[in-house]
């Protein structure tokens, strides 16, 4: 059936350093995705999306890289800060269905 | 401020006890969602609504039973529950049904249910 999954579980980095979070997905239809980052105590908040026709997006400190050839989507951030800190969570949805399906989760860890 | 107010934050409940989660949004938004978030399992879709209808039943047991009275309202009213059920129970909402074209969906910031 469908899935989005994430390759880790936990991800570790020292502050400062570049953050790569991967996510795999199994829907050849999906053409939308997003990641949502979800604090502890919180809910999901929206980081940035990323639709079929495009391969690459960024944001601040953030950029989404989508390979549809291999359906993997990975979101990197740039000089992780204490902050970023959370779990990441990979979505996807395509034209016509009625909700986003969420993939399990990264925690990342920063380390001072 | 997200936009999504979700009430109770905190809710013990015993398995015979009828409670309900409340989730309302300041946002104008049309369609509204009720996800399940239980520990190492990815977020689960319960139930969508678009424009106060009911448009996504996901295979959820009857004794989780929504209600949503207008496009801004939105209850998840809980009877005979099993401690299985013990999750954060996240309200969203997105301008329009899916939360992919108008780009995300927005959500609270849930309600922990313990059912004991």
């Known amino acids: 059936g469908e899935s989005v999954g994430l390759h880790l579980p936990t991800l570790s980095v020292q502050e400062g350093d570049n953050s790569i979070i991967n996510c795999a997905y199994s829907?050849?239809?999906?053409?939308?995705f997003i990641w949502y980052k979800q604090e502890s105590g919180k809910g999901p908040q929206f980081i940035i999306d990323i639709r079929s026709n495009m391969d690459k997006r960024q944001g601040q400190r953030v950029t989404v890289l989508l390979n549809k050839t291999v359906k993997h989507l990975s979101l990197q951030i740039a000089a992780t800060q204490p902050g970023d800190s959370a779990v990441y969570f990979c979505?996807?949805?395509?034209?016509?269905?009625?909700?986003?399906?969420f993939g399990s989760g990264t925690r990342l860890q920063v380390q001072p | 401020e997200t936009g999504v107010t979700q009430t109770p934050r905190h809710l013990v409940m015993g398995m015979t006890n009828k409670k309900s989660l409340k989730c309302e949004q300041h946002?104008?938004?049309?369609?509204m969602y009720w996800y399940k978030q239980s520990a190492k399992k990815p977020l689960e879709l319960m139930f969508v609504?678009?424009?106060?209808?009911?448009?996504e039943n996901n295979s959820v047991p009857s004794r989780f039973s929504p209600e949503c009275p207008n496009s801004s309202h939105l209850f998840l009213h809980l009877h005979t529950l099993q401690p299985e059920d013990s999750a954060l129970y996240l309200c969203a909402s997105s301008q329009k049904e899916g939360g992919a074209h108008t780009g995300e969906l927005f959500f609270g910031e849930g309600s922990r249910l313990t059912v004991l």
């Open positions: 829907n050849s239809a999906s053409d939308y």
């Open positions: 609504y678009n424009f106060k209808e009911q448009t």
């Open positions: 946002l104008g938004h049309n369609a």
């Open positions: 979505a996807e949805n395509q034209t016509g269905r009625r909700a986003l399906t």
